[in-house]
């Protein structure tokens, strides 16, 4: 498995072009993925959201989802499985999206891959860091697990 992660650095490498940190802006996202590229919510308080979907990374597909408030990254959430998503809920498949599919045994199948590829990349060492802290999280609410990786905010005087 390809080490996408680095735990001591809080970096996630999409590509050798592009590497998130907690330095990362959004004009970094448009400047690598593109407009078109991005699902974009802004809340118009200072929060934003920005997604990519069905990502391939060294053989993986994911959904980035990059967390900002006052244009400085706060968070990235991770979904990342083995096969491409499926994006047209319409399309039937073993992959699909949606209520009208959702199974919540393959729901834990995919939180167990996503514990699994979260443990390899942080090898197995799940603490704070310098940097911020990463874990996976069953989110109650949409009934999915993700990794979410926290990047420190500075603190304001």
């Known amino acids: 498995m390809v080490q996408l992660l680095d735990p001591k650095?809080?970096?996630?490498?999409?590509?050798k072009d592009f590497i998130v940190s907690a330095k990362t802006t959004i004009e970094d996202l448009v400047a690598y993925f593109g407009e078109s590229a991005l699902q974009v919510r802004d809340f118009e308080n200072g929060h934003s959201?920005?997604?990519v979907r069905d990502l391939k990374i060294a053989d993986l597909y994911?959904?980035?989802t990059f967390y900002f408030v006052n244009n400085r990254i706060s968070k990235l959430s991770v979904l990342v499985q083995?096969?491409?998503?499926?994006?047209?809920?319409?399309?039937?498949?073993?992959n699909s999206s949606g209520w009208d599919n959702f199974?919540?045994?393959?729901?834990?199948?995919?939180?167990d891959f996503i514990k699994l590829w979260?443990?390899?990349?942080?090898?197995?060492?799940?603490?704070?860091?310098d940097w911020g802290k990463a874990d996976v999280?069953?989110?109650?609410?949409?009934?999915?697990?993700?990794?979410?990786?926290?990047?420190?905010?500075?603190i304001k005087i």
């Open 9 to 15: 650095t809080g970096e996630f490498s999409i590509s």
């Open 137 to 154: 999280y069953y989110d109650f609410h949409n009934l999915s697990s993700s990794c979410l990786i926290n990047y420190n905010m500075p």
């Open 103 to 111: 199974n919540e045994k393959d729901e834990i199948k995919k939180g």
């Open 49 to 51: 959201n920005y997604t």
């Open 118 to 129: 979260f443990a390899h990349q942080m090898h197995n060492d799940y603490k704070k860091y």
């Open 62 to 64: 994911f959904i980035l």
């Open 82 to 94: 083995e096969l491409p998503y499926n994006l047209d809920q319409k399309l039937p498949n073993s």
